[in-house]
């Protein structure tokens, strides 16, 4: 089955700065990557996706990357802002199916 | 976007009792709705798939005898936690996709803590 990995676990940036999250899976035949956004003891919000017939997406301060043949895939959020602060979490699977999710990473933006 | 509810969001219970969440789509019929169980500070897991009319798919290690899933209704699913116990405990959220865009929406969550 499908093994998603995520890196980093924490991220602190400066506001203002970029923020990327970098994701990688082992399944070849997973065709849809969303990337969720977590605050505390709420729903996963999705914030961005990005399916396997497309090399980038972006979406104001938001972007996603995907390299098919590597396998990867990335979360970049430019001129962050404290309100970005939650955990994101990568996913991937079959679109319109259940997907794995990665483990997570923390992101703190300091004012 | 489309709204999944969840009940209830928070509970208490005994250990050896059962514990049943609802999960409902609000404002479209959801034919596949998904259960997940989130460990603070870590990712969401998938415990199974529940598409509406017949039995649900469970991923490997998670006991259907234990976690019941029912999804009589293309608007309706319920979890229940049978013999509840304290490692029971955890944050377990529902999903439903939409039949229209695929996309996965979440419910607010339910907060099961086994005393």
């Known amino acids: 089955g499908e093994n998603v990995e995520q890196h980093p676990s924490t991220l602190s940036v400066q506001e203002g700065d970029s923020a990327v999250i970098k994701c990688t899976y082992s399944?070849?035949?997973?065709?849809?990557f969303p990337w969720y956004k977590q605050e505390l003891g709420k729903r996963p919000q999705l914030i961005i996706d990005?399916?396997?017939?497309?090399g980038e997406k972006k979406d104001q301060r938001i972007a996603v990357t995907l390299n098919k043949t590597a396998k990867h895939f990335s979360l970049h959020i430019t001129e962050t802002q404290p309100e970005d602060s939650a955990v994101y979490f990568c996913?991937?699977?079959?679109?319109?199916?259940?997907?794995?999710f990665g483990p997570g990473t923390r992101l703190s933006v300091l004012p | 976007g489309a709204v999944v509810s969840q009940h209830p969001s928070w509970v208490i219970c005994k250990s050896g009792t059962s514990v049943k969440i609802e999960c409902r789509s609000l404002?479209?019929?959801?034919?596949?709705m998904f259960w997940y169980r989130q460990f603070p500070k870590q990712s969401l897991m998938l415990m199974a798939t529940?598409?509406?009319?017949?039995?649900?798919?469970?991923e490997q290690g998670v006991e259907k005898d234990k976690f019941l899933i029912n999804h009589a209704s293309l608007t309706l699913s319920t979890l229940t936690v049978t013999s509840a116990h304290p490692e029971d405990s955890s944050f377990y959220i529902c999903?439903?996709?939409?039949?229209?865009?695929?996309?996965?929406?979440f419910g607010p969550g339910t907060r099961l803590t086994v005393l």
């Open positions: 999903s439903a996709s939409s039949p229209t865009s695929n996309e996965q929406f």
């Open positions: 399944d070849s035949a997973s065709n849809y």
């Open positions: 990005i399916r396997s017939n497309v």
């Open positions: 996913a991937g699977g079959d679109y319109g199916q259940n997907f794995v």
């Open positions: 404002d479209f019929q959801a034919t596949t």
């Open positions: 529940s598409n509406e009319g017949s039995k649900a798919t469970y």
